[in-house]
């Protein structure tokens, strides 16, 4: 018979309340991205001579706040595959689950836990792109406005 880590339910909770702030956040950052983009346009604009500057540090900003959450994932993944291959489980114990979760050992587990070390790596690859693609967008865009 399998074994079955039991869902806890103050890490139920703990994940809705992430999920619900989380979305709250991307909300108010759309919100204030929208309502302050004309003056933003003005400001960048409003000095010829440091517009470049000025349209790099519009693009700084939201790739931060892009990239960042993306790392920290990467690194959660990463950390929770070196303790899955580590105890040869998956779950690893000690890690609250919000649903009962069948226990799987052996082979599978650490499988299981290279995967996501995979994952973390693709979430990085996938962040340098990005930041690179960006930051061209940087370049093209302030070399225009110069």
Known sequence: MTEVRRAEPTARWMAALILVAGTC????????FTR?????????LAD???SAQRVKLVLLLPAALLLAPFLALAAYLWV????VVRAREFPPPGLRVIR????VTGERAVSRGR???VLALGCCIACAVLAVLL???GQ???????
């Not at 956040?25 to 204030?32: D, Q, R, S, T, W």
């Not at 302050?36 to 960048?44: A, D, G, H, K, N």
């Not at 929770?80 to 303790?83: V, Y």
């Open 140 to 146: 093209l865009l302030s070399s225009r406005a110069a």
């Open 80 to 83: 929770l595959g070196g303790k």
């Open 48 to 50: 010829p001579g440091s």
């Open 100 to 103: 009962d979760t069948p226990i």
């Open 25 to 32: 956040i991307g909300a108010l950052l759309l919100v204030a």
């Open 115 to 117: 995967r996501l070390k």
């Open 36 to 44: 302050y983009r004309t003056p933003l346009s003005v400001w960048v």
């Open 135 to 137: 930051w061209r967008l």
